[in-house]
């Protein structure tokens, strides 16, 4: 697990002006990753580096040759149209380039000249997808999710009997994964009306959110050889906002044997910017489970794991209507909670993902599942917040919803902060529901 080192020093100011302007994301202290290009431009993505306002561009940066050693090497892999090379070169190249670029950063630092031409504003950048996502898991993680859902079908007994002992997950669709600006359709299916003897096929009309935290990979593991928990964050290289859609109508139909199928795989929304475990160790706690809960199984159990294993990342979700937006207004907040409520680790994940020998690979990406608090206000899916369906939100400017309609945009914001460290910000996760197809 990253350890607290002179990058993490709250006191630390960067010649890049916005960078220390207070409520900013992107602090000297935060520098997550993303890929880019100039806005309307034919240009190549390259990987670039968030700095208060603007992007460090790695590809233009790699041409100075103004790092050396295990930075440079970073540097030339972080240039490339993808992370998936500089994921691939492990935690110590991964340290190497973040402690290199803190000090070149820094005010009074003597590459300031140099990197002063590498910088493009953020209004001007476009983004893609940071990685080449070959296998996409999503997870399970909030006992709370679990047991709001489960109480919906099941009242009498609404979690499993799994669940507290074993990191529930399936494998998604990697390729309809979007980044932040997604739009798309309104998802088609069967659905099986109240009564009817039959389905039907029409468009979703119970279109959901799911606020979740995505997981990167970085270096892989060999096929037949698991991950212990004590190397398990090693593989991390960093963390993202994910919004796994889902149309939960189609999903009540379709989910029984095998689980959901074309209610999921139409869109998933994740952040642009990919922020690295280092970055977030001043805001580690420590795992508990209530002591009435079974405790982890040995593979899944470690004492750093116990000590620091969960992360506490304030999440927030905003939903825009077409009427909010055409009178210039922003989102309405629907809740707010806190990853540190999670009944499972990153650590864990890792473990169990390759207990039985599957083999992880750089880029690879993990769904934290729905990250719902305690309280019905921190619930992070509108299945929830309206306790399915039977409550409708009333939103500010007198709207309500149930479920998502046609033009809604919804915007998810992460954020760490407490007294003693810099805040850093994931930046926004957004994504906007066109009409169905006709």
């Not at 540097?75 to 190249?93: E, I, P, R, T």
Request: aromatic share 8%; charged share 15%.
């Amino acid at each position: 697990m990253s350890a607290l080192n002179e990058t993490h020093d709250p006191a630390l100011r960067s010649w890049v002006a916005s960078a220390n302007l207070t409520g900013t994301d992107f602090p000297i202290q935060n520098l997550p990753f993303a890929v880019f290009r100039r806005r309307g431009s034919a240009q190549a993505f390259r990987g670039g580096v968030a700095i208060g306002d603007q992007i460090l561009d790695l590809a233009a940066l790699a041409a100075t040759s103004v790092f050396s050693g295990e930075a440079a090497v970073a540097v030339q892999a972080g240039a490339q149209d993808k992370l998936n090379a500089l994921m691939a070169l492990g935690a110590g190249a991964w340290r190497a380039l973040r402690l290199a670029l803190s000090r070149a950063l820094r005010e009074g630092a003597a590459e300031q000249a140099m990197l002063d031409a590498c910088l493009v504003p953020q209004s001007e950048a476009d983004y893609g997808v940071p990685a080449r996502i070959g296998d996409y898991t999503d997870f399970y993680t909030s006992v709370h999710h679990a047991t709001n859902i489960g109480r919906l079908f099941r009242p009498d007994n609404p979690l499993l009997p799994n669940y507290k002992w074993v990191p529930i997950g399936y494998h998604g669709r990697a390729s309809s994964i979007g980044v932040s600006g997604q739009s798309f359709h309104r998802p088609v299916g069967q659905t099986l009306p109240p009564g009817a003897a039959q389905p039907v096929f029409g468009a979703s009309q119970r279109l959901d959110i799911e606020l979740e935290l995505g997981i990167f990979l970085g270096t892989g593991n060999a096929l037949g050889e698991p991950v212990p928990i004590t190397q398990a964050e090693g593989h991390v290289f960093g963390l993202c906002l994910l919004n796994d859609w889902s149309a939960r109508d189609l999903q009540a139909w379709e989910y029984q044997p095998l689980g959901p199928f074309l209610s999921k795989n139409f869109a998933t929304t994740i952040s642009p910017w990919i922020v690295t475990l280092e970055a977030l160790a001043p805001y580690r706690l420590p795992f508990l489970r209530p002591e009435a809960d079974p405790q982890p199984l040995p593979y899944l159990d470690s004492e750093a794991n116990r000590q620091q294993g969960a992360l506490d990342i304030q999440l927030q979700v905003g939903l825009l209507t077409p009427t909010m937006r055409d009178a210039g207004q922003g989102d309405a907040t629907i809740c707010r909670t806190s990853y540190r409520h999670a009944y499972w680790t990153v650590a864990q994940l890792v473990t169990h993902h390759t207990v039985n020998g599957c083999n992880l690979q750089p880029g690879d990406l993990f769904g934290s599942g729905t990250l719902s608090g305690p309280t019905l206000d921190q619930a992070g899916a509108l299945i929830e917040l309206t306790t399915g369906g039977k409550h409708p939100l009333e939103l500010p400017n007198g709207e309500s919803r149930t479920y998502l309609e046609d033009g809604d945009a919804v915007v998810i914001r992460g954020w760490c902060e407490k007294a003693g460290a810099a805040r850093i910000g994931f930046g926004e996760c957004r994504g906007t529901v066109l009409p169905a197809r006709s």
